[in-house]
């Protein structure tokens, strides 16, 4: 990335550091020994940029099993991660691994970095708890301020709510987490503008609506760095090429411009060269104006209605490493986890479209209006 764009404004950094393999295979000297590696390499390409970093499940020893208090990891990622963070930051992360920022110390724009491993279904310590941490109540009253005081906010984190598009019905928070999240980003989606999550090693987006089912938010998830093939029952060829991606955004409003990917193409590497590339440019692929909620609408809209962009969009989805067909599964586990994140909507989702006679029947007619509507562009 130092050579593709040697000086971001800033850096997300959404976790998932270390090797996922057997916990006897790492420990906690490990775990923190890699995230220290990691944070001095970005310190060393990137040393004048400030950096976010949230925690990964995997960046915990035994992995998954955040607690709902301090902990000597997160003291330790904490010291690790000072230099970034002032020290409000620093005291808050030592208690639960979440903070809140000024971003770059601008008036009126805010940063939030969520631990939302505490909600992950294979963390055992926080099933019985409402509120770990007391991490929601203390996300309600930053929102709460950023209304009052007029800011605009980014939140990141790396477990994301919602559900897994490449498996149908697997999801990562449990329930009363995920309705407690979609409900605070109804409350305060005004202020909210941009979510960006990782986890799923895949490059996919998900809508947030209204009560009355306007579109009111968008969450970016990222592709993984590294090429994982997931080893999650029931899904073909889960593997993806690794992928990085820069993001444009209005300095005002802090609006989502344009979303670059870059990618490494396994292949190729392996049998020619290694290269960083770009793969694809979110408002050129897609022909939308930018990455606003309403542009993102658009893309889904685009996904639903017109194979040819559902396509697309499935071979970004994997880091273009999968090339086959989305065919009709596919395209509802897609298609859901998208615009459904929450557990209610999802399966009515999937139980609307799978019995939904295939959509390709209405094809011709929207090719010809959209056809109609738009300049040619091959
Ligand atoms: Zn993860």
Request: negative net charge; contains cysteine.
């Amino acid at each position: 990335m130092r050579d593709l764009h040697p000086q971001p404004d800033f850096i997300l950094w959404t976790g998932d550091d270390t090797p996922h393999i057997a916990d006897k295979n790492l420990g906690e000297d490990a775990v923190l020994g890699i995230i220290g590696k990691l944070t001095h390499l970005i310190q060393e390409v990137f040393p004048d940029t400030k950096v976010y970093p949230a925690m990964g499940n995997h960046d915990f020893h035994p992995k998954n099993q955040f607690p709902d208090t301090y902990h000597r990891i997160y003291n330790r990622t904490a010291d690790l991660w000072a230099p970034w963070m002032d020290s409000q930051s620093i005291l808050m992360f030592n208690k639960g691994a979440f903070y809140t920022e000024k971003l770059l110390n601008r008036n009126d724009q805010r940063i939030i970095v969520l631990n939302t491993n505490l909600y992950y279904t294979k963390n055992r310590l926080n099933i019985g708890l409402s509120d770990p941490a007391n991490q929601f109540q203390w996300l309600e009253e930053i929102l709460s301020k950023a209304m009052t005081a007029k800011e605009k906010v980014y939140i990141i984190g790396h477990v994301p709510p919602g559900f897994f598009e490449k498996r149908r019905k697997v999801f990562w928070f449990h329930q009363h987490f995920n309705e407690r999240y979609i409900k605070i980003v109804q409350k305060y989606h005004n202020v909210i503008a941009g979510q960006f999550f990782g986890h799923h090693h895949t490059d996919s987006f998900r809508m947030f609506y209204s009560h009355s089912g306007s579109p009111i938010g968008v969450m970016f998830i990222a592709p993984g760095i590294s090429p994982w093939k997931t080893t999650l029952p029931g899904v073909e060829n889960g593997a993806n090429n690794p992928g990085i991606r820069l993001f444009q955004y209005d300095t005002n409003t802090l609006e989502i411009q344009s979303m670059v990917t870059y990618y490494f193409n396994l292949s190729y590497a392996n049998t020619v060269t290694p290269l960083w590339q770009q793969e694809y440019n979110l408002t050129e692929a897609f022909e939308v104006p930018d990455g606003t909620v309403q542009s993102m609408q658009m893309a889904l809209d685009k996904l639903y209605n017109d194979d040819y962009y559902l396509q697309k969009y499935y071979k970004y989805n994997s880091v273009s490493y999968d090339l086959s067909e989305c065919d009709r599964n596919c395209r509802i586990d897609q298609i859901c986890a998208i615009k459904a994140v929450d557990f209610v909507k999802y399966e009515e989702c999937v139980q609307r479209e799978s019995s939904s006679p295939t959509h390709t029947a209405t094809l011709p007619i929207i090719s010809f209006l959209l056809l109609s509507l738009l300049p040619l562009q091959f």
